[in-house]
C-alpha cells in the first residue's frame, strides 16, 4: 500500500496530474470572463497542456501567465477576428432556422460545409499562436495547413472539444466533472493528439534542447543562459 501513494508511482503521477488539470481549468475559465481575454487565455492553456504532455512542464501559474502575457495582442486580435465569424456563422443559421420561407438545400449543405472548414481551420489556431512566433496571417494559415494535413486527428480534436458539452447536457450528474475538466482535459487530450505534428515543423536542435532542458534541476537552470529563438518556414518556434 505504500507503494502505491509513493511519489513515483502511477497513482500519485495521475492524482498530481489530474489536480494541475483542475487548477489550469479554474486558471482558464477566470481568465475567459472579460470574453475579450478569451484568446490569450486559450494560449496560454494549449501552452502549458503541450508542456505537461512533453514532461517539461514548471510552475502551471507561472506558465500560464508567461504565455498569457507574451501572446496577448495577437491573440486577442486572432479572438476578436474569429468572434465576429462564429457571430456571421450563428446569424445565417438563425436566418435559417426562423426565415418565413424554406432555403433551398444547397444553401444549408454549404453553411454546413462552411462550418466543418472553419472549424478543421482552427483547432491547431492557438496552439500554433503558444508553440510558434508568427504573423496573424501565417499563423492561421499555418493552423489551416496543420487542419488539413493531420485530417482524422483534426477532427478527434472536434470530437474532444464537443464530448464535455454534449456529455454534460444528456447526463447531469457529471456536470461537476465538466466544470472541473470542461476546458482543460480537451486541451491536454488534443495536445496529445498535435504534439507529434508540431515535432514535424521544429528544429531538431531545438527538439534536443527541449528534452535536455527538461531534465535539468531548477538550480541548473538558473545558470543556463536564455536560449535564443530558431526560425522555422518563416516563425521561431517559442521556448
Known sequence: MGKLFNLDSPVFSFLNKAADLIW???LTFICCIP????GASM???NYVVLKMVRNEEGYIT?????SFKQNFKQATIIWLILLVVIMILAGDFYILRFALFEFPTWIKVALLAVVVLFLISVMHLFPALAKFDNTIKNTFKNSFLMGILSLPKTILMIFCWAAPTVIGLMVYQIMPLVFAFGISLPAYMCALLYNKTFKRFEPEEVQADDTEWSVLSEEEKETVP???TVEV???KEKN
Open 24 to 26: 489550469l481549468n479554474i
Open 35 to 38: 470574453v475579450f481575454t478569451v
Open 43 to 45: 494560449t496560454a492553456l
Open 62 to 66: 507561472r506558465s500560464f501567465f508567461k
Open 226 to 228: 536564455e536560449m535564443s
Open 233 to 235: 518556414q518563416d516563425a
